[in-house]
């Protein structure tokens, strides 16, 4: 009996030690298993699923290098239950955002304590960028998930060989699920200088353990990728570097206009302002007044991460470190929203370390109305940075004529936010609270952030169900324009012009019939011959030379709004003239 009164009691203990994160899962896994987009929503879509149908295959783009083979592995490991490729990889996605809300939760728990983690989870769950690719079947929110993994194993490897070992593997996994995630290993690189300096000579035998575990998942998967992605080493490193020099070299930070180092500088900024200040809050990057007081809080919030930053606090540390490794992104590739996915939990949970520092340290700090003035006038800085330069375009590589000033305010904001931490940790005393009166007044201050954090997650739910419910509701762009060419042309007497945004749509929805002209234009020329139609969308990288020998007319326009299908939100349809059934061009979907 003793020990049957135990174990009802332990039970119902755990049960309420756990219930916020088992509340939030559910929250989670129900708003997007209800909510999963039933389209290929973009190129990258279509190249995971072409993988899972027809086979890994790098360097026939199933999916393009590096070759994504932790991901590819995972679905295919799902597919074998489900026997749906595109089901099985939104469910990923979905799955693994959902699960992900329990050691974020852990990491801000750590740091600002439970009703604060509760809410960072819901504004993280609801966000409208991170909501839209957990219904997507793209490895991003897995990578997501697994850099969250990661900073929670970083954080406890402090204290914790188990979770500092855990950290290795669960790099290698991100990294194998997208080599974006090479800057992640600052992560456990950051808990692995603690350990070294506090323990010196056991600190090196762990970091030789570390890269022990690391080298051996990494071969794992690195073995896979080549020899059963490719034909091999050489046939591997033929399609990496010809993806390399032809979707990343000609977008990296090298090609900006002169003078280089002003617009190297002022792509950084915007890509930083691109990735945590507006498009993850409204789901599109454009300037408009609800856009502007939705990112607010936001913008507000990571000026008060800055002001309350402790260089000794290992957690604030790691949130810096997590946040600035977007660097890495912005420098090497164009701008892409689902890019910063895998750092975006970081900026949530340091915008959160900054509200509870406003309602519960500020106010008592010796020196709280000059520090608040700076953090005013930094945040109104940052906002007319965002005001005063164009909105950021997918794809963007290089700044526009005109965003100078857009930097040189983001940088005065920065330097206000650091004047205002100055003068707060000069004298860092938190006044006692001495009488019942104070203790009030702190009570009501709690109860009103937990107001406005409640009415700030909803507008967030709905914004980003605005945003998610397009997903499950309609075809994306490339879908439609496929399918239109499907049941609209003879595909007998049909040659379709390669571009990268629809290929391996075409593949999937039009088995046999392979886009030309990937390998160059004599491939695409010598297909048209006779009476054979040629179909090419404005994407088609061969357009402006097939178009002067071939008479090209606009069949039709399909457009779509989802943070999903942000690659191609818009996509126009042509075709030779030679087709009489087609007539005039047809009206836009």
Not at 150 to 172: D, E, I, M, N, P
Not at 288 to 294: E, I, K, N, Q, Y
Request: hydrophobic fraction near 50%.
């Amino acid at each position: 009996m003793a020990g049957a009164r135990f174990s009802t009691r332990d039970a119902f203990t755990l049960a309420l030690r756990f219930a916020p994160q088992t509340a939030l899962v559910m929250l989670a896994l129900t708003t997007r298993l209800t909510l999963m987009s039933r389209s290929l929503d973009e190129v990258d879509v279509a190249n995971f699923v072409n993988g899972l149908i027809n086979g890994f295959d790098i360097p026939a783009l199933r999916p393009h290098p590096p070759g994504y083979p932790v991901y590819m592995l995972a679905g295919m490991a799902i597919n074998r239950a489900l026997g749906d490729p595109l089901l099985s990889l939104t469910t990923l996605s979905a799955v693994s955002g959902s699960l992900a809300v329990i050691p974020f939760y852990s990491i801000v728990r750590s740091t600002v304590g439970r009703r604060w983690a509760f809410w960072s989870c819901l504004f993280l769950i609801m966000n409208p960028l991170y909501w839209a690719f957990s219904e997507s079947a793209l490895s991003d929110i897995p990578s997501a998930a697994l850099s969250i993994v990661l900073a929670y194993a970083s954080l406890r490897g402090v204290t914790s060989r188990s979770h500092l070992f855990l950290s290795a593997a669960v790099a290698s996994l991100a990294i194998g699920v997208r080599l974006g995630n090479i800057p992640l290993l600052s992560l456990p690189g950051l808990t692995l200088v603690h350990v070294l300096i506090r323990e010196r000579r056991a600190g090196l035998a762990a970091l030789d353990m570390w890269v022990r575990i690391f080298v051996a998942v990494t071969g794992i998967w690195f073995v896979y990728m080549v020899f059963w992605g490719s034909d091999g080493t050489a046939d591997y490193l033929a399609a990496f570097r010809k993806q390399w020099a032809t979707a990343v070299t000609v977008y990296d930070i090298r090609s900006v206009a002169e003078p280089r180092l002003l617009n190297g500088l002022i792509r950084i900024e915007r890509f930083f302002v691109g990735y945590y200040f507006t498009y993850p809050w409204l789901g599109l990057d454009e300037r408009s007044r609800f856009g502007a007081w939705l990112s607010l809080p936001w913008i507000t919030g990571f000026s008060l991460f800055l002001a309350a930053f402790r260089s000794k606090d290992f957690k604030h540390q790691i949130v810096a470190i997590w946040i600035g490794s977007i660097a890495y992104t912005a420098i090497t590739i164009h701008f892409l929203p689902r890019y910063g996915l895998p750092h975006l939990p970081a900026y949530v949970a340091c915008a959160v370390i900054g509200f509870k520092f406003f309602v519960t340290e500020l106010p008592r700090v010796r020196r709280a109305p000059e520090g608040f003035l700076f953090i005013a006038l930094s945040v109104t800085l940052f906002l007319y940075s965002v005001k005063s330069q164009p909105p950021i375009a997918t794809f963007e590589m290089s700044p526009p004529e005109g965003s100078t000033i857009g930097g040189v305010l983001f940088l005065l904001g920065l330097g206000c936010a650091l004047v205002a931490r100055a003068l707060i940790h000069r004298d860092r005393r938190i006044t006692a609270i001495r009488n019942d009166s104070k203790l009030a007044e702190l009570k009501r201050r709690a109860l009103a952030a937990g107001l406005i954090m409640t009415a700030l997650a909803a507008l967030t739910a709905v914004v980003g169900y605005s945003r998610v419910a397009v997903l499950h509701a309609s075809m994306s762009p490339s879908q439609q324009l496929v399918e239109y060419v499907r049941d609209n042309f003879d595909r007998k007497a049909l040659v379709v012009c390669w571009d990268p945004v629809t290929h391996s749509t075409f593949e999937i929805l039009m088995p046999g019939l392979l886009p030309v002209g990937y390998q160059s234009l004599d491939e695409l020329r010598s297909s048209i011959t006779g009476t054979r139609t040629l179909v090419a969308t404005d994407q088609c990288v061969r357009y402006g030379a097939v178009s002067k020998v071939v008479n090209l007319k606009l069949v039709r326009t399909f457009e779509g709004n989802s943070p999903a299908w942000s690659k191609a939100p818009v996509l126009r349809l042509y075709a030779s003239a030679n087709r009489s059934e087609v007539g005039s061009p047809g009206p836009r979907d």
